[in-house]
């Protein structure tokens, strides 16, 4: 098992994709890192919808190019359920939708697979792929599979990311 950033620092966007299935037993690795995922107040307000059937993931191609993967994960959820601010009353739901989205895409990238994160679909679409209730919304798309592209530099972040004190404000000592 790797550390934490080096996990991080391997893990890249894949837009080209194995025809390899995934194995069954990774598939519930991966579910299992959602389900253990943490959501605001534990409301747990998020379902996923697991496409990995040819005819599953066919459902999704007027809605979103999951790149060919053989496994596509739909993070939804329900806003009604979630937690929201009592001062503003911002709702999380977006918010534990992205964290079991990005739980199961690092858990992809521990057992060996390439995920990628999609935002750009058309939730309509998706909703009525899979017959979505209404108050469930699709939130993310993370196609998953065997990459079959080079893996990217793990070094690349100190060029492609801003630097560490550029990231934190930095507040005045009193």
Known sequence: MMEFLELAKQRHSVRKFSPRPVERHKIEQIIEAARVAPTAANRQPVRIVVA????????????????????????????????????????????????????????????????????????????????????LEPVNILAVGYSDQSPANPNRHAEQRISAEELVIALPLS
């Not at 359920?81 to 918010?95: F, N, V």
């Not at 989205?101 to 009525?128: N, Q, Y």
Request: glycine fraction near 8%; charge should be negative; include cysteine.
């Open 52 to 135: 990995e059937t040819e005819e599953q993931r066919a459902k999704l191609s007027g809605a979103a190019d999951t790149y060919g993967a053989p496994l596509v994960f739909v993070a939804c959820a329900n806003e009604t359920q979630a937690w929201h601010r009592p001062l503003d009353g911002k709702g999380t739901s977006d918010i534990d939708a992205s964290i079991i989205t990005d739980h199961m895409m690092m858990e992809a990238t521990d057992l060996g697979l390439g995920s990628v994160w999609i935002c750009w679909f058309d939730p309509a679409k998706v909703r009525e792929a899979f017959s979505l209730p209404a108050d």
